[in-house]
C-alpha cells in the first residue's frame, strides 16, 4: 500500500490538473456511469461536530475507494485544524486497498479544483477581482482555483476574525507564491462585495455572509463551504435571481441549505436550476446567458472529485517514486 503525505501531494498534482480531473470525473457522473451514493454523516456532537463517510467508484477513470472526512467545529478551541481526513483508495480489479492520502490536502485541491472548473464556464472572461468569504484552508485553494482559470489581479479575503489572516498569508505564500502579492484583507464583506467580479464562499455558516444588493451585475458567486440542511452562506435574494448550477443535483437538493431553504419558501423552485456541472462542461447549457446575470455555483463536494484526483496522484507517485509503501501484512 502506497501513503501519500501533503508534502507528496504537493509535488505530483498542480491546480490545473486537478481542474481538469473533476471536470472529467463529473462528465463521467453526470452521463451516469459513476456510482456515488449519498455520503453517510455521523453527528458525534450535533450542530458542531461531524464525521462523514464519501464513497465512490469511477470505473472509466478506474478510481475505486472512499473518504473519512471530519469537520469539528470544537478543534478551533484546541488550535488544531477544523477539517481533517483520509483518502483510501482500493484496487478497482481486485478490491484490495492500494493507497491512503492526506485527505485534508486533497480535499481543498478538489473543492478549489471544481471552483475553478464552474468559474471556467460562469464568470465573465474580463474577471479580475476576487473576493473569498472564509480564511480557513479551504479558502486558500479557492483563490488558487480560481486564479487558474481567470486572470485575476486582486484576492480580498474577508473574515470576521483577523486571526485567521496570517495563516492565510502564510498557506498562500508557500504552496501558491505568485497570488502572494495580489492579497488584501477585511473583516467587513461590504466594500469588498461591491467590487468583486467573482466571490467564492467558503464558511460554515448559518447566516447568509453578504447583502444581495452589494453585488455588482454579472458576478458569479461559487458556495462550497455550507454543506448541510442548515447551513446558508448565500442569501437566498441572491439565488433566486441568479443562474444556478450545481454539482450533483441529488445530493445538492438533499444536502445544500443554500438551495433547500429558497426552495421550501418558494422563491427558487427545481427547474430553475440550469443544471449539472457536468451537462455544462459538455456544452449542454450555458454557464451564463448574458454579460449581465448573476451565477451561481453551488457544490456540497462530491466523492468522484476525491476519488479522480487520489487515483491520478497515486499513478504519478509511482511514476516519480514519490510516497512511503506501507505493508499491512
Given at each position: 500500500?502506497?501513503?501519500?503525505?501533503?508534502?507528496?501531494?504537493?509535488?505530483?498534482?498542480?491546480?490545473?490538473?486537478?481542474?481538469?480531473?473533476?471536470?472529467?470525473?463529473?462528465?463521467?457522473?453526470?452521463?451516469?456511469?459513476?456510482?456515488?451514493?449519498?455520503?453517510?454523516?455521523?453527528?458525534?456532537?450535533?450542530?458542531?461536530?461531524?464525521?462523514?463517510?464519501?464513497?465512490a467508484h469511477l470505473p472509466d477513470m478506474k478510481a475505486l475507494g472512499f473518504k473519512v472526512v471530519s469537520v469539528f467545529q470544537s478543534n478551533s478551541?484546541?488550535?488544531?485544524?477544523?477539517?481533517?481526513?483520509?483518502?483510501?483508495?482500493?484496487?478497482?480489479?481486485?478490491?484490495?486497498?492500494?493507497?491512503?492520502?492526506?485527505?485534508?490536502?486533497?480535499?481543498?485541491?478538489?473543492?478549489?479544483?471544481?471552483?475553478?472548473?464552474?468559474?471556467?464556464?460562469?464568470?465573465?472572461?474580463?474577471?479580475?477581482?476576487?473576493?473569498?468569504?472564509?480564511?480557513?484552508?479551504?479558502?486558500?485553494?479557492?483563490?488558487?482555483?480560481?486564479?487558474?482559470?481567470?486572470?485575476?489581479?486582486?484576492?480580498?479575503?474577508?473574515d470576521k476574525f483577523e486571526s485567521s489572516f496570517p495563516r492565510f498569508r502564510t498557506a498562500i505564500e508557500q504552496d501558491w507564491p505568485e497570488l502572494a502579492a495580489k492579497l488584501s484583507f477585511a473583516t467587513d464583506a461590504e466594500d469588498a462585495v461591491r467590487s468583486a467580479d467573482i466571490i467564492c464562499l467558503a464558511t460554515t455558516s448559518k447566516q447568509p455572509v453578504f447583502d444581495p444588493a452589494w453585488v455588482k451585475p454579472?458576478?458569479?458567486v461559487s458556495g462550497v463551504g455550507a454543506f448541510t440542511p442548515e447551513m446558508q452562506e448565500t442569501p437566498e435574494g441572491f439565488v433566486s435571481q441568479a443562474r444556478v448550477v450545481v454539482d450533483m443535483k441529488e445530493h445538492a437538493l438533499a444536502e445544500a441549505g443554500d438551495l433547500i431553504i429558497p426552495l421550501q419558501n418558494g422563491?427558487?423552485?427545481?427547474?430553475?436550476?440550469?443544471?449539472?456541472?457536468?451537462?455544462?462542461?459538455?456544452?449542454?447549457f450555458p454557464g451564463r446567458t448574458s454579460e449581465d446575470e448573476w451565477t451561481f455555483f453551488k457544490s456540497v463536494g462530491n466523492a468522484v472529485q476525491d476519488m479522480s484526483v487520489a487515483a491520478f496522484a497515486v499513478k504519478q507517485a509511482y511514476e516519480l517514486g514519490i510516497g512511503q509503501s506501507i505493508d499491512l501484512g
Open positions: 500500500m502506497l501513503a501519500l503525505s501533503r508534502n507528496d501531494l504537493r509535488q505530483v498534482l498542480t491546480m490545473q490538473q486537478c481542474i481538469e480531473l473533476v471536470k472529467s470525473a463529473f462528465v463521467e457522473l453526470y452521463q451516469g456511469r459513476a456510482e456515488v451514493p449519498l455520503r453517510l454523516g455521523l453527528d458525534v456532537d450535533p450542530g458542531k461536530d461531524v464525521t462523514l463517510l464519501m464513497p478551541e484546541r488550535g488544531i485544524p477544523v477539517t481533517s481526513a483520509m483518502v483510501c483508495l482500493v484496487d478497482p480489479e481486485t478490491g484490495v486497498p492500494s493507497a491512503i492520502l492526506n485527505g485534508a490536502y486533497l480535499t481543498q485541491l478538489r473543492t478549489g479544483a471544481v471552483s475553478g472548473a464552474a468559474a471556467e464556464y460562469m464568470s465573465r472572461e474580463d474577471a479580475h477581482s476576487l473576493v473569498v468569504i472564509g480564511g480557513g484552508a479551504q479558502g486558500v485553494t479557492q483563490a488558487a482555483g480560481i486564479a487558474a482559470v481567470r486572470d485575476i489581479t486582486s484576492i480580498t479575503v474577508v454579472g458576478t458569479h422563491s427558487l423552485r427545481e427547474e430553475d436550476i440550469a443544471g449539472e456541472l457536468g451537462g455544462m462542461v459538455l456544452g449542454e
